[in-house]
């Protein structure tokens, strides 16, 4: 990507425009493809420059780099308030639904929100794989994606089967097999039959990253493994992740520690 006089477009490593700069925003290339903006709106190219979607939506949403392989992936482009239209990479409309909101495509699924409010699942066909009929989810992660209903948060298979009952406070993504969550007052970590592998003994804790995560016991803070040991034990006030190492605070002094401590 390069500028000029606040224009943006792509040049070759020998200095030659490849895509003249015509846009007020470009991002980089996925799978051959690129979102860019002008006059406002929303459109896609290639890496020829050739222009694949129109530059006339409000909003576009291209799928990661891993669906986008598989072939039939989708762009999805909001080009009014609750109107969606799908286009395939060549930027030939596939379908429209009429939805409040749609999500990018993540493991071959698209979350929507639809006109009564409640969440469901496109497939990347286009059909409903999942009807609305939850009050939030978010994106399938190792198969399952977390969904909420009165009853609490929960976590459903693609097929929309609940794999693991709604009964959480709070609940996050899985990876690495271990997930977050919050029953009643406390966080625990679950795998993915919804057995605690880390029962919720935790006032606070972090999703589980790296084999590390920070919790609280009582009132201080320590680093846990997968196991459930101490990586670095509850002694300090304060705990954040700082990138492989983490900054702590103890008797208002700020440090750092690895990630064994």
Same mark, same amino acid.
């Given at each position: 990507?390069?500028?000029?006089?606040?224009?943006?477009?792509?040049?070759?490593?020998?200095? %030659?425009?490849?895509?003249?700069?015509?846009?007020?925003?470009?991002?980089?290339?996925?799978?051959?493809?690129?979102?860019?903006?002008?006059?406002?709106?929303?459109?896609?190219?290639?890496?020829?420059?050739?222009?694949?979607?129109?530059?006339?939506?409000?909003? /576009?949403?291209?799928?990661?780099?891993?669906?986008?392989?598989?072939?039939?992936?989708?762009? !999805?482009?909001?080009?009014?308030?609750?109107?969606?239209?799908?286009?395939?990479?060549?930027?030939?409309?596939?379908?429209?639904?009429?939805?409040?909101?749609?999500?990018?495509?993540?493991?071959?699924?698209?979350? $929507?929100?639809?006109?009564?409010?409640?969440?469901?699942?496109?497939?990347?066909?286009?059909? /409903?794989? +999942?009807?609305?009929?939850?009050?939030?989810?978010?994106?399938?992660?190792?198969?399952?994606?977390?969904? %909420?209903?009165?009853?609490?948060?929960?976590?459903?298979? %693609?097929?929309? *089967?609940?794999?693991?009952?709604?009964?959480?406070?709070?609940?996050?993504?899985?990876?690495?097999?271990?997930?977050?969550?919050? !029953?009643?007052?406390?966080?625990?970590? /679950?795998?993915?039959?919804? !057995?605690?592998?880390?029962?919720? +003994?935790?006032?606070?804790?972090?999703?589980?990253?790296?084999?590390?995560?920070?919790?609280?016991?009582? *009132?201080?803070?320590?680093? +846990?493994?997968?196991?459930?040991?101490?990586?670095?034990?509850?002694?300090?006030?304060?705990?954040?992740? $700082?990138?492989?190492? $983490?900054?702590?605070?103890?008797?208002? *002094?700020?440090? $750092? +520690?690895?990630?064994?401590?």
């Amino acid at each position: 990507r390069s500028s000029y006089r606040g224009q943006w477009g792509f040049m070759t490593r020998g200095g %030659k425009w490849r895509v003249k700069p015509e846009y007020s925003f470009v991002e980089p290339f996925r799978m051959n493809l690129s979102r860019v903006l002008k006059d406002k709106k929303w459109g896609v190219i290639n890496t020829r420059g050739e222009m694949v979607v129109p530059t006339e939506y409000q909003e /576009i949403f291209l799928p990661d780099s891993s669906d986008l392989a598989k072939g039939r992936s989708l762009i !999805a482009a909001n080009r009014f308030n609750i109107s969606q239209h799908f286009l395939d990479e060549q930027g030939n409309l596939m379908y429209t639904h009429q939805f409040r909101k749609v999500g990018d495509c993540r493991e071959g699924m698209i979350q $929507f929100h639809s006109k009564q409010g409640l969440w469901g699942f496109l497939n990347k066909e286009g059909d /409903i794989a +999942i009807p609305a009929q939850y009050a939030a989810v978010a994106d399938f992660h190792e198969g399952l994606a977390k969904a %909420k209903t009165s009853r609490g948060w929960g976590y459903i298979t %693609k097929e929309g *089967k609940w794999q693991i009952e709604p009964q959480y406070r709070r609940a996050y993504d899985f990876d690495e097999g271990i997930a977050l969550v919050r !029953a009643k007052t406390r966080f625990g970590y /679950i795998n993915p039959q919804g !057995a605690y592998v880390l029962p919720p +003994i935790y006032i606070r804790a972090t999703p589980m990253h790296d084999g590390r995560a920070i919790v609280r016991k009582k *009132k201080k803070y320590g680093v +846990i493994d997968r196991e459930g040991e101490w990586a670095a034990k509850p002694k300090y006030s304060r705990i954040n992740t $700082f990138g492989p190492h $983490f900054l702590v605070r103890r008797n208002q *002094k700020y440090g $750092f +520690i690895d990630r064994n401590g």
